[in-house]
């Protein structure tokens, strides 16, 4: 069993910035797939961006430009840096480790974009 846990989350201005932080309570965080999802009241959860092991990242398109995918594996987290937020990314975002079909999810951050 892999524990997530995510921090960072918060409020923002629409413009500004935060940066998302996930650790893992595993010693294999090198060879899992990576992911930051999140869930807007009253739509589903939908991936926001993603890493894999080998580093390549793809990311949804509201959010291509704005917010960048990175993991430290030495430390064994990931990170969401989230730039030039709007209203419309205000959600619970979730992290998300995927190896082949088993997944682990953490309990969620909120991020709310307000002025």
């Known amino acids: 069993q892999v524990q997530l846990v995510e921090s960072g989350g918060g409020l923002v201005q629409p413009g500004g910035s935060l940066r998302l932080s996930c650790t893992a309570s595993t010693s294999r965080f090198s060879i899992y797939t990576m992911g930051w999802y999140r869930q807007a009241p009253g739509k589903q959860r939908e991936l926001v961006a993603a890493i894999t092991s080998g580093g390549s990242t793809n990311y949804a398109d509201p959010v291509k430009g704005r917010f960048t995918i990175s993991r430290d594996n030495a430390k064994n987290t990931v990170y969401l840096q989230m730039n030039r937020l709007k209203s419309e990314d205000t959600a619970v975002y979730y992290c998300?480790?995927?190896?082949?079909?088993?997944?682990?999810w953490g309990k969620g951050t909120l991020v709310t974009v307000s002025s």
């Open positions: 998300n480790a995927r190896l082949t079909i088993t997944n682990y």
